[in-house]
T-cell receptor
Framework: GQQVMQIPQYQHVQEGEDFTTYCNSS?????IQWYKQRPGGHPVFLIQ?????EVKKQKRLTFQFGEAKKNSSLHITATQTTDVGTYFC??????????FGSGTRLSIRP | DVKVTQSSRYLVKRTGEKVFLECVQD?????MFWYRQDPGLGLRLIYF???????EKGDIPEGYSVSREKKERFSLILESASTNQTSMYLC??????????????FGSGTRLTVV
């Protein structure tokens, strides 16, 4: 079945630095979603990308879907302590079922 | 504010007990899901349901069963709890056929410890 690899597993940055997490698939994806899970919390849906080469922004967060629709990235500009958490990509597999990547845990030095 | 509510935040059960985890959503969503989340293993799908009284196995259904008697409620059952079922259990729901537009809405989770 479809799988998605997410890297890096962990990222520790100084507050104010940028952060990027990547999701890669060996097969073409119909769409990709991104979720954020705060420590001790539950995953919260951030966004979905559908179109080849699509770029969407939410304040300091920039989401990209690759031209070949096999990869995606989430970039955070000038991280803040509120950005701490684990970021998951997820792909729509079939019949409304979503497969989650392994996640990237972001920690921030104040 | 739309919600997915899980009945317990923390639960401690003994090995061999039958355990019920309850999940209720107030969004009239057709799809409901049960995941477990373990460090280093991410989110793994246990069971899901697209409609009342229907269920589908996910990736790790062994040792679990589910019940969906009403649209808003999806129960996860551990028939005979074992220590390797100690985990965080997350319930989620989504709209049928449009879940991919809005994503899943998750409950706050139940941290189950089996001793």
């Amino acid at each position: 079945g479809q799988q998605v690899m997410q890297i890096p597993q962990y990222q520790h940055v100084q507050e104010g630095e940028d952060f990027t997490t990547y999701c890669n698939s060996s097969t073409t994806l119909s769409n990709i979603q991104w979720y954020k899970q705060r420590p001790g919390g539950h995953p919260v849906f951030l966004i979905q990308l559908v179109k080849s080469g699509e770029v969407k922004k939410q304040k300091r967060l920039t989401f990209q879907f690759g031209e070949a629709k096999k990869n995606s990235s989430l970039h955070i500009t000038a991280t803040q302590t509120t950005d701490v958490g684990t970021y998951f990509c997820a792909l729509y597999s079939s019949a409304s079922k979503i497969i989650f990547g392994s996640g990237t845990r972001l920690s921030i030095r104040p | 504010d739309v919600k997915v509510t899980q009945s317990s935040r923390y639960l401690v059960k003994r090995t061999g007990e039958k355990v019920f985890l309850e999940c209720v959503q107030d969004m009239d969503h057709e799809n409901m899901f049960w995941y477990r989340q373990d460090p280093g293993l991410g989110l793994r799908l246990i069971y899901f349901s697209y409609d009342v009284k229907m269920k589908e196995k996910g990736d790790i259904p062994e040792g679990y069963s589910v019940s969906r008697e009403k649209k808003e409620r999806f129960s996860l059952i551990l028939e005979s709890a074992s220590t390797n079922q100690t985990s965080m259990y997350l319930c989620a729901s989504s709209l049928k056929d449009r879940g991919f537009d809005y994503g899943y809405t998750f409950g706050s989770g139940t941290r189950l410890t089996v001793v």
